[in-house]
């Protein structure tokens, strides 16, 4: 349904579609690259510690 003012479209009413995804496929191809994944991390790097 188009909404009008003065005969110009001023709003379109549809049917509400749930689109929810899975939070697993959101994410999905977003890792872009992950080198040395087994390495230590220091410390330092962990902002939880400051």
Do not use: N
Request: hydrophobic share 40%.
């Amino acid at each position: 349904m188009i909404v009008t003012d003065h005969g110009k479209p001023a709003l379109e009413v549809r049917p509400y579609r749930d689109t929810a995804r899975q939070p697993l496929d959101v994410l999905r191809g977003s890792l872009i690259r992950y080198e040395h994944p087994t390495d230590p991390i220091a410390v330092d790097f962990w902002t939880a510690a400051q």
